[in-house]
């Protein structure tokens, strides 16, 4: 079934996000139905991050500025209409997108972990985003299986947040984070907050929260049991003091700072595993690196970006067993479409925590 025009609405044009030539704006652009093999989403909701107001300040390699991009890659949406040979996908399916669209042909890709693709382009980042009322997503997208399918009864709130939740839970999946261990977040934004709500759902105690200033006490609502204030001398002490001298199991850097890297490798307990979970900014680096902490005490160091479709899928598992529940309170701002440019002020003002434009 396929269906040329907007439903529950009388005009053939929708709205749309636009970034062209470095200016934002938002705009009436035609509706075209889908292609053979291709689906048209009808936008639920998406949520802006940190990489979105990065794109807005520098721009992106995949993005050309000569041509009118929409961004956004948090998206949660309704299947509107359905190509030819789209195969199994049904109009009217609420799904979850996955942003990173690999080669398809490499090693990475041909094992899932397209997130590593160095050939890759993204919903929002080379190909047009969530943030419009309908979003195309191409063949070798409904192929590949980028459109994950989420149950009705998930609150917008909290199914916009399947893709950043993803990262947080490859994050912690690949730190081998199991039951019982403890778990240290350095960063209390948004990342560091959803990290320490799945490190409860997967059972993480003591969990950790080491943050800036007034920030640093929101981590206890989303689960943390302990929260320290990183501008506060003592802090890793207290650390130590909790996990009885022994340190963290696993330490998540969700913070972009070197310092807060650095720290983390000093905390980690023998046999722990310290997650570099955010970059660096291209003139920032690991200085004095501490080797001799990983020799003595065999200590992991690793990273993490981006996640797979099975950690989406995982992520979708919790989220309907209800233990992901809090980690919707990250939406502290729901705004329209046409408010975009109030939603980046407020997050690059960190006013709050994650903006979520609602498009329904
Ligand atoms: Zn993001
Ligand atoms: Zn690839």
């Not at 023998?270 to 004095?288: K, Q, S």
Request: aromatic residues 4%; contains cysteine; glycine residues 12%.
């Amino acid at each position: 079934m396929s269906s040329d025009t907007p439903q529950g609405c009388n005009r053939r044009n929708y709205q749309a996000v636009l970034l062209h030539h470095g200016q934002v704006s938002v705009v009436s652009r035609p509706f075209r139905g889908p292609n053979p093999g291709e689906v048209v989403l009808r936008v639920e909701a998406a949520s802006l991050c940190s990489t979105d107001l990065k794109i807005l300040k520098k721009g992106h390699r995949l993005i050309n500025p000569e041509e009118a991009a929409v961004l956004g890659h948090e998206i949660v949406g309704r299947v509107h209409a359905v190509g030819e040979n789209a195969g199994q996908i049904t109009v009217g399916e609420r799904v979850v997108v996955m942003p990173n669209v690999g080669c398809g042909t490499c090693e990475l890709c041909r094992k899932g972990l397209e997130n590593l693709c160095s050939d890759y382009r993204a919903f929002g980042i080379g190909l047009d985003g969530g943030l419009a009322e309908f979003m195309r997503v191409p063949s070798e997208a409904v192929s590949r299986g980028h459109l994950i399918a989420i149950s009705d009864t998930i609150p917008t709130q909290l199914a916009v947040l399947a893709e950043p939740l993803s990262c947080c839970y490859r994050g912690l999946r690949v730190s081998r984070l199991k039951a019982a261990e403890s778990l240290v977040v350095i960063g209390t934004g948004a990342m560091g907050l959803l990290t320490i709500t799945l490190g409860k759902a997967l059972g993480a105690a003591p969990i950790i929260a080491v943050g800036h200033g007034g920030r640093s006490g929101l981590a206890a609502q989303f689960g943390a049991d302990l929260t320290l204030d990183a501008l506060e001398s003592g802090w890793q002490k207290a650390i130590w003091d909790v996990t009885h001298g022994t340190g963290a199991d696993v330490v998540m850097v969700t913070a972009s700072s070197s310092k807060a890297q650095h720290d983390a490798i000093a905390l980690a307990a023998a046999l722990g595993r310290v997650n570099f979970f955010a970059g660096l900014p291209d003139d920032d680096g690991l200085h004095d690196f501490p080797s001799n902490v990983l020799h003595y005490r065999q200590v992991s160091v690793l990273g993490t970006t981006g996640s797979t479709r099975s950690d989406i899928e995982e992520v979708i598992r919790l989220m309907e067993t209800g233990r992901l529940a809090t980690a919707s309170n990250v939406v502290t701002h729901v705004m329209g479409l046409r408010e975009f440019m109030s939603a980046v002020t407020a997050m690059d003002q960190r006013n709050g925590l994650k903006c979520m434009l609602s498009v329904d």
